[in-house]
């Protein structure tokens, strides 16, 4: 039993230096990047820029990009045209002198910021660079010297054509050409005051604005979209004038970023892990807001793509995981306004029999979900299905992805306890999928309630996915809760208990889960929808009998056969791995990401970009320091063996728990927990002889199970466990640093021929 403790000392506030510990994450470049996914980005959750060499006009090119510029075309045929997002533009530096390629170039993560120089053989220009945390603003200071004192930024707009379109065209690719896609009309270049503007109009009405001034040593240029209404031209006006007049801009802005980070914190002995974390936390408040738009499968740096939306059966869903744990979720408030605000979409997605009570989207959508679905149709022949079709075509329709994006949004009200978003969204839109599912279950000879055909992402139909059987299982599980929780006798709480009873056993072999029943995974698969029982619903744990050994089973076979395995894969895996409790494995396949997949400013790409993966992989790193599954808080569940030395703080448990802890010498130093929901406290431990405090209290502890412990904690109560002797040393500081700024472009960092991910 835990022995009682003397009052101690409230912990030591957090003695990070931000500034100087974000520095040596800094992404640094020593020589010129050449491409998007070499260079520096920025971004304030709806509004991005990219800088780097572009070899054709021999200059600097900045990209801009938004998240919500898309078509709005009808009646909507394919998203990949009709709905897809559209190029805007980009500014070149127009140098006298030819750009050597000598730079010196760093994005500080800190202040949002990228500062360098550029050198021709004529002389050196400066660029101080942001994109506005709040405003809707790029903001380039430029100082030339030497012989560049005439440089100045040039724009091009771009042709507002679907990147698929042009991708198609580009590569000669018919499957990605509509032969009968209309092209929008002309931008066009006009003039209002000081203010230059590119109009694009849509073909479907609205459009896009871009507006800019240049003066002084200063670009300022905005982005506005606007549809069905054509009030774009002057929302961007609007901007870049009121920004020009605002003497504490750039002030507003990195005070913004310095409140951002310290919302958690966490350092770990490996720094180019520890950097890459870092960089991802930057990236994700640069992709979106909880007020901006939602994260596709871009997020506001829009690059030549086949899959200009957002993709629905898994990048979403991984895009928004590390907000979480992170304490980060008001981010993740894009997706749930999304979600929210569509309901009414969501519903006319089904066909006119189900609407009453259904809702569903398939898998790729715009930015208000439209995304029409066929129903499954019993009695269709299993079969395996090339690459990357989904339903439609003949093809059974991909059911679970609604559901799957609503776990997302469970979880984030898992850890807050915020019953709005539990009422409002989660509970109305997960009753309406689970009906979905409901009207096609058949009850089987077995006595079991089955599935019909349906898709299973990226490799095949067969009945009784377990695509689909691990999400309907988790939905009903969690409307039962959701209802005892927001005090609502639904009439549906007995069938929900139903089908949670009786429905179908996840189909497996003697290599693990399968993909369905009838269908093994006999070949390469880079998902892994098919273990979503593992990871991420732990409805199959290493808490429950035998199941070690499935886990450990379908783990293996998937990644046996490497041909489609992809970066998320190694994520994947890495999650999974760390869910056994297993950190080695689970950093060994999270370095598989670096060494093969990621790029060196950390983005990532296949045939394009798709920006969940990198994301994913902080996500990893979330599992090996904390999980919270099962009504139990895991503080460092599966650290690897190398990280003798790691502290994480003010992490996000379910049930709306801060989690904070400290490794020293491979041993665990002290677990700090706050709860801020007064929500049902028990936790898992290694600590052989655990002293608990509360608020400087001695606080009794009760075993709950095996290295388990659980005790009453109230809301606003902070409970402090430790090994039993002298107090520990509760100072936040980072572990000690190796190798720093491995990312960009330097000596530090590590850039590999990435492999043909052509899909």
Same mark, same amino acid.
């Given at each position: 039993?835990?022995?009682?403790?003397?009052?101690?000392?409230?912990?030591?506030?957090?003695?990070?230096?931000?500034?100087?510990?974000?520095?040596?994450?800094?992404?640094?470049?020593?020589?010129?990047?050449?491409?998007?996914?070499?260079?520096?980005?920025?971004?304030?959750?709806?509004?991005?820029?990219?800088?780097?060499?572009?070899?054709?006009?021999?200059?600097?090119?900045?990209?801009?990009?938004?998240?919500?510029?898309?078509? /709005?075309?009808?009646?909507?045929?394919?998203?990949?045209?009709?709905?897809?997002? !559209?190029?805007?533009?980009?500014?070149?530096?127009?140098?006298?002198?030819?750009?050597?390629?000598?730079?010196?170039?760093?994005?500080?993560?800190?202040?949002?910021?990228?500062?360098?120089?550029?050198?021709?053989?004529?002389?050196?220009?400066?660029?101080?660079?942001?994109? /506005?945390?709040?405003?809707?603003?790029?903001?380039?200071?430029?100082?030339?010297?030497?012989?560049?004192?005439?440089?100045?930024?040039?724009?091009?707009?771009?042709?507002?054509?679907?990147?698929?379109?042009?991708?198609?065209?580009?590569?000669?690719?018919?499957?990605?050409?509509?032969?009968?896609?209309?092209?929008?009309?002309?931008?066009?270049?006009?003039?209002?005051?000081?203010?230059?503007?590119?109009?694009?109009?849509?073909?479907?009405?609205?459009?896009?604005?871009?507006?800019?001034?240049?003066?002084?040593?200063?670009?300022?240029?905005?982005?506005?979209?606007?549809?069905?209404?054509?009030?774009?031209?002057?929302?961007?006006?609007?901007?870049?004038?009121?920004?020009?007049?605002?003497?504490?801009?750039?002030?507003?802005?990195?005070?913004?970023?310095?409140?951002?980070?310290?919302?958690?914190?966490?350092?770990?002995?490996?720094?180019?892990?520890?950097?890459?974390?870092?960089?991802?936390?930057?990236?994700?408040?640069?992709?979106?807001?909880?007020?901006?738009?939602?994260?596709?499968?871009?997020?506001?740096?829009?690059?030549?793509?086949?899959?200009?939306?957002?993709?629905?059966?898994?990048?979403?869903?991984?895009?928004?995981?590390?907000?979480?744990?992170?304490?980060?979720?008001?981010?993740?408030?894009?997706?749930?306004?999304?979600?929210?605000?569509?309901?009414?979409?969501?519903?006319?997605?089904?066909?006119?029999?189900?609407?009453? *009570?259904?809702?569903?989207?398939?898998? =790729?959508?715009?930015?208000?979900?439209? =995304?029409?679905?066929?129903?499954?149709?019993?009695?269709?022949?299993?079969?395996?299905?090339?690459?990357?079709?989904?339903?439609?075509?003949?093809?059974?329709?991909?059911?679970?992805?609604?559901?799957?994006?609503?776990?997302?949004?469970? !979880?984030?009200?898992?850890?807050?306890?915020?019953?709005?978003?539990?009422?409002?969204?989660?509970?109305?839109?997960?009753?309406?999928?689970?009906?979905?599912?409901?009207?096609? !279950?058949?009850?089987?000879?077995?006595?079991?309630?089955?599935?019909?055909?349906?898709?299973?992402?990226?490799?095949?139909?067969?009945?009784?996915?377990?695509?689909?059987?691990?999400?309907?299982?988790?939905?009903?599980?969690?409307?039962?809760?959701?209802?005892?929780?927001?005090?609502?006798? *639904?009439?549906?709480?007995?069938?929900?208990?139903?089908?949670?009873?009786?429905?179908?056993?996840?189909?497996?072999?003697?290599?693990?889960?399968?993909?369905?029943?009838?269908? &093994?995974?006999?070949?390469? /698969?880079?998902?892994?929808?098919?273990?979503?029982?593992?990871?991420?619903?732990? !409805?199959?744990?290493?808490?429950?009998?035998?199941?070690?050994?499935?886990?450990?089973?379908?783990?293996?076979?998937?990644?046996?056969?490497?041909?489609?395995?992809?970066?998320?894969?190694?994520?994947?895996?890495?999650?999974?791995?760390?869910?056994?409790?297993?950190?080695?494995?689970?950093?060994?396949?999270?370095?598989?990401?670096?060494?093969?997949?990621?790029?060196?400013?950390?983005?990532?790409?296949?045939?394009?970009?798709?920006?969940?993966?990198?994301?994913?992989?902080?996500?990893?790193?979330?599992?090996?320091?904390?999980?919270?599954?099962?009504?139990?808080?895991?503080?460092? &569940?599966?650290?690897?063996?190398?990280?003798?030395?790691?502290?994480?703080?003010?992490?996000?448990?379910?049930?709306?728990?801060?989690?904070?802890?400290?490794?020293?010498?491979?041993?665990?130093?002290?677990?700090?927990?706050?709860?801020?929901?007064?929500?049902?406290?028990?936790?898992?431990?290694?600590?052989?002889?655990?002293?608990?405090?509360?608020?400087?209290?001695?606080?009794?502890?009760?075993?709950?199970?095996?290295?388990?412990?659980?005790?009453?904690?109230?809301?606003?109560?902070?409970?402090?466990?430790?090994?039993?002797?002298?107090?520990?040393?509760?100072?936040?500081?980072?572990?000690?640093?190796?190798?720093?700024?491995?990312?960009?472009?330097?000596?530090?960092?590590?850039?590999?021929?990435?492999?043909?991910?052509?899909?």
């Amino acid at each position: 039993m835990p022995r009682s403790a003397f009052a101690a000392k409230a912990p030591a506030p957090s003695s990070v230096d931000w500034p100087s510990f974000l520095a040596r994450h800094d992404l640094v470049w020593d020589r010129m990047p050449k491409a998007w996914d070499e260079g520096p980005f920025l971004g304030n959750g709806m509004m991005g820029a990219m800088l780097y060499y572009d070899e054709n006009a021999g200059a600097i090119r900045i990209d801009l990009g938004r998240s919500d510029v898309q078509d /709005h075309r009808t009646p909507l045929r394919s998203t990949g045209y009709d709905r897809a997002r !559209l190029p805007i533009g980009h500014f070149l530096l127009r140098t006298d002198g030819r750009i050597t390629g000598r730079t010196a170039m760093r994005l500080k993560l800190h202040d949002a910021m990228l500062t360098g120089t550029v050198q021709t053989d004529r002389g050196i220009v400066a660029i101080r660079a942001y994109v /506005h945390a709040d405003d809707m603003v790029l903001v380039v200071q430029f100082n030339a010297s030497g012989g560049e004192r005439n440089a100045r930024w040039e724009w091009v707009g771009e042709e507002a054509i679907s990147p698929r379109q042009k991708w198609g065209i580009d590569r000669k690719e018919p499957k990605r050409v509509d032969p009968n896609y209309r092209r929008n009309p002309k931008g066009a270049r006009a003039r209002d005051g000081k203010e230059e503007l590119w109009l694009q109009p849509l073909l479907s009405g609205g459009g896009t604005a871009t507006a800019w001034r240049q003066e002084g040593g200063k670009l300022i240029a905005s982005v506005m979209h606007d549809f069905p209404g054509d009030g774009a031209r002057e929302q961007a006006l609007d901007a870049v004038r009121r920004s020009a007049a605002d003497a504490s801009l750039e002030r507003r802005h990195m005070r913004w970023w310095h409140d951002y980070y310290p919302a958690s914190f966490l350092s770990i002995p490996d720094t180019q892990v520890e950097s890459f974390y870092w960089i991802q936390m930057y990236k994700l408040a640069s992709a979106t807001r909880g007020d901006r738009a939602y994260v596709d499968n871009q997020g506001p740096w829009l690059q030549p793509t086949a899959w200009p939306y957002a993709t629905w059966n898994l990048n979403v869903q991984l895009i928004y995981w590390p907000m979480i744990a992170s304490n980060r979720m008001h981010l993740a408030g894009s997706l749930i306004r999304t979600i929210h605000d569509n309901q009414q979409q969501l519903i006319d997605n089904v066909e006119l029999q189900y609407r009453s *009570d259904s809702a569903s989207f398939g898998r =790729s959508a715009g930015t208000v979900l439209e =995304s029409p679905v066929k129903p499954p149709v019993a009695g269709t022949d299993v079969k395996l299905v090339d690459g990357l079709t989904s339903g439609g075509g003949g093809n059974p329709p991909e059911m679970g992805n609604l559901p799957w994006a609503l776990h997302d949004i469970w !979880l984030v009200w898992r850890h807050s306890m915020d019953d709005a978003i539990l009422k409002n969204t989660l509970f109305p839109v997960l009753r309406r999928t689970t009906n979905y599912y409901r009207h096609f !279950l058949t009850p089987g000879k077995d006595g079991r309630l089955h599935l019909p055909p349906t898709y299973s992402p990226e490799y095949g139909s067969a009945p009784d996915l377990n695509y689909d059987l691990a999400l309907l299982q988790w939905s009903c599980a969690a409307l039962i809760d959701a209802a005892e929780r927001l005090g609502i006798d *639904d009439p549906l709480i007995p069938e929900w208990r139903r089908i949670r009873d009786e429905l179908a056993d996840y189909p497996k072999d003697a290599s693990g889960y399968m993909i369905g029943a009838g269908l &093994p995974l006999k070949s390469s /698969h880079r998902h892994y929808s098919h273990m979503l029982m593992i990871y991420p619903l732990y !409805l199959v744990n290493r808490d429950q009998r035998g199941a070690r050994a499935l886990i450990e089973r379908s783990l293996a076979h998937w990644q046996s056969m490497p041909a489609m395995l992809r970066g998320y894969s190694s994520t994947g895996a890495s999650s999974i791995s760390a869910a056994l409790g297993k950190g080695d494995d689970a950093i060994a396949y999270l370095k598989s990401l670096f060494d093969e997949y990621l790029r060196p400013n950390t983005f990532y790409k296949e045939s394009g970009p798709v920006i969940e993966t990198p994301l994913s992989g902080a996500q990893s790193i979330h599992d090996m320091l904390l999980q919270s599954w099962g009504g139990v808080i895991r503080p460092l &569940p599966a650290v690897p063996s190398t990280w003798q030395e790691c502290v994480f703080t003010d992490m996000s448990a379910q049930g709306g728990f801060l989690v904070s802890a400290r490794r020293q010498a491979g041993q665990t130093a002290w677990i700090r927990v706050e709860s801020r929901a007064g929500e049902p406290f028990v936790i898992e431990i290694d600590i052989a002889q655990p002293v608990a405090v509360v608020d400087g209290q001695s606080r009794p502890l009760e075993r709950a199970g095996a290295q388990q412990w659980r005790c009453h904690l109230a809301k606003g109560e902070t409970i402090l466990i430790y090994p039993s002797g002298a107090m520990p040393d509760m100072k936040i500081v980072p572990v000690q640093a190796g190798v720093m700024n491995s990312f960009g472009l330097n000596a530090n960092s590590r850039v590999r021929q990435q492999r043909d991910m052509s899909l």
